[in-house]
């Protein structure tokens, strides 16, 4: 029997949280869905006897009401940008309508202490004071943050140049783990169950590979020859100006993809990072081309 028999996952429309949720099905949890359209329709999670529950991580009303129906006592949680001092209202929320565990997916971008982490670096600041919030409203024992790296699904922000048969990037030769979401998902959903008090878990992909060869691999997967085109700093600014990316992420792309080639391999924690899909779910890690090839329609 898992620890956690019960539990609560938000945000389950989207891959991640999907994967965590039949994975808690599977380790003999109860699944409850917390979602901000319950109508929504979730592909991954057809045919499962899985609850809905309306709730929004903004509102911490909604989520006492959802949680307290539910009778959960383990939640997975993410990151909502923009969301009111850094998710506090809704991580206490959680705690009053009795949730004793979270798993909160955060970023594998923080590389040093939560607390050390400068505000420019916008995507490591803000999962990082999330985490925070976590130790300071549920306390250090009570939660794992579980941090991957570079989404596999990434690869989809290229879709349109995809479609065109020619990809503009301004470092085609940036290296990244491309790991699976559902891989993520599947090794949050066994933590949720488990209640293992590991703290944090950080997540890669089981090969290398520069964004060129990635762009190749989709090619090869749709049967259609895609370039890939260096372009100048400048072009990629505004590109991603026009694409609605907000000024700070810009900057903060530019420094990490641009000058920083191999950026996530250069966390502490890579050493370890790369076996822990295995560890956790017992399960091989995906590899980006089985990914594409399982995704496919979605180019």
């Known amino acids: 029997m898992p620890t956690y028999d019960n539990v609560v996952i938000f945000g389950a429309s989207g891959a991640v949280g999907s994967a965590a949720a039949l994975r808690a099905h599977t380790d003999g949890a109860k699944v409850s869905l917390a979602m901000r359209d319950t109508s929504k329709s979730v592909t991954n999670l057809h045919g499962f006897p899985f609850e809905r529950f309306q709730a929004d991580l903004t509102q911490p009303d909604t989520i006492k009401a959802a949680v307290c129906r539910t009778g959960a006592k ?114 949050a959903g066994a933590l949720l169950t488990s209640g293992q008090r590991v703290r944090m878990v950080g997540l890669l992909g089981p090969e290398r590979l520069s964004l060129r060869d990635a762009i190749g691999i989709v090619g090869t997967a749709l049967g259609k020859t895609i370039t890939v085109m260096g372009i100048s700093e400048d072009e990629a600014v505004t590109q991603m100006v026009k694409s609605g990316i907000s000024p700070s992420l810009v900057k903060w792309v ?46």
């Open 254 to 299: 530019v420094q990490n993809v641009v000058h920083r080639p191999h950026y996530f391999f250069e966390n502490p924690d890579a050493s370890t990072a790369i076996d822990n899909i295995q560890k956790y779910s017992s399960n091989t890690p995906e590899r980006f081309q089985q990914w594409v090839e399982n995704n496919k329609d979605r180019f």
């Open 74 to 187: 383990a939640a997975f949680i993410y990151a909502v940008f923009g969301a009111p001092d850094h998710m506090r209202p809704a991580i206490r929320a959680l705690k009053e309508s009795g949730i004793e565990f979270v798993v909160f997916l955060s970023s594998f971008t923080i590389m040093t202490t939560i607390r050390a982490v400068p505000s420019a670096d916008v995507i490591a600041h803000h999962h990082a004071q999330i985490e925070i919030v976590l130790e300071e409203e549920l306390g250090p024992e009570s939660f794992v943050a579980v941090r991957p790296s570079y989404f596999a699904s990434n690869v989809l922000q290229h879709s349109i140049g995809i479609k065109k048969g020619e990809v503009r990037l301004p470092n085609p030769d940036a290296v990244f783990d491309f790991i699976s979401p559902n891989d993520i998902g599947t090794v």
